[in-house]
């Protein structure tokens, strides 16, 4: 059996399914990992929502800002951006049955030395801690009152962790590092405006990744979220969107011996 993790996808279906030739996967023994944001700006996330959906429990994926956006949208608590592609989806006839097993995904996954996470943890966030805070979470999205978090879900602040935090604050700041993050401070302040490279970054902030001594530095870091910087893979990080969405490529990594798979991809957006 082998376990590979895939990059954002964002609607490219074509492109995934390429990929999976590309790696030979075989449904009955593998298992695919995706880093979140399955939907939006590509033209086939209806396609990549019912492919993913039914894999079942051959696919572990966590959300990401793009996957939170439609369920906000659908729920009338955001409105579609220019450039969002997420009418097929809204107008299909299975939309609540794919719409109720998105907001089931969780937000982090972890298995032996790799965790998974859309977008970054805070630098004072163990991966113990972190998946204990990502639990909280999914039990709000999934409650009785998981439309009170959605009207309550966007916002930039609080911009840091403090564990008196609680409600709609708590969970806010939670989902906002989880699939949004990409700088933060040395003290754990986000900021969530950049979304150049490495080498630009405002002064005081660092790739949240850099931060020293960050507290999940003990695992391997499987993420997506962050274009700019590519597929940058670290002894302890694993960044995967290669930029599908924009022309460059979809990656998979096979996590037992870290092979690197790519294949091109049609640029779908500017």
């Known amino acids: 059996m082998a376990t590979y993790a895939i990059g954002d996808l964002q609607g490219c279906f074509d492109p995934l399914q390429e990929l999976i030739g590309e790696i030979g996967f075989r449904e009955?023994?593998?298992?695919?990992?995706?880093?979140?944001?399955?939907?939006?700006?590509?033209?086939?996330?209806?396609?990549?929502?019912?492919?993913v959906k039914s894999l079942g429990d051959r696919?572990?994926?966590?959300?990401g800002n793009h996957d939170l956006h439609l369920l906000m949208v659908a729920e009338g608590h955001a409105k579609q951006h220019r450039k969002d592609t997420l009418g097929a989806i809204l107008d299909a006839p299975d939309r609540d049955e794919l719409l109720t097993w998105l907001r089931g995904l969780p937000l982090m996954h972890s298995d032996g030395e790799y965790a998974m996470v859309h977008a970054g943890l805070l630098p004072s966030w163990s991966v113990g801690k972190a998946l204990d805070l990502a639990r909280e979470t999914e039990q709000a999205l999934q409650g009785s009152d998981w439309r009170g978090l959605m009207a309550q879900m966007y916002g930039n602040q609080p911009d840091h962790w403090d564990d008196a935090l609680s409600g709609y604050d708590r969970l806010r700041v939670i989902i906002n590092a989880m699939t949004r993050l990409r700088i933060c401070t040395p003290a754990?302040?986000?900021?969530?405006?950049?979304?150049?490279?490495?080498?630009?970054?405002?002064?005081?902030?660092?790739?949240?990744?850099?931060?020293?001594?960050?507290?999940?530095?003990?695992?391997?870091?499987?993420?997506?979220?962050?274009?700019?910087?590519?597929?940058?893979?670290?002894?302890?990080?694993?960044?995967?969107?290669?930029?599908?969405?924009?022309?460059?490529?979809?990656?998979?990594?096979?996590?037992?011996?870290?092979?690197?798979?790519?294949?091109?991809?049609?640029?779908?957006?500017?």
């Open 28 to 51: 009955s023994e593998d298992r695919l990992w995706f880093v979140g944001d399955l939907v939006n700006r590509g033209a086939q996330s209806l396609e990549i929502l019912r492919f």
């Open 188 to 270: 754990g302040h986000m900021e969530f405006s950049h979304k150049g490279g490495i080498e630009d970054i405002p002064p005081g902030y660092v790739a949240w990744f850099a931060v020293p001594g960050r507290k999940s530095a003990n695992a391997t870091i499987i993420c997506g979220h962050w274009s700019a910087i590519g597929l940058l893979a670290q002894k302890n990080l694993l960044a995967l969107d290669s930029g599908c969405l924009w022309g460059r490529s979809l990656t998979a990594l096979r996590l037992e011996d870290r092979r690197i798979y790519q294949v091109n991809c049609p640029k779908l957006a500017d």
């Open 59 to 63: 696919a572990v994926t966590v959300l």
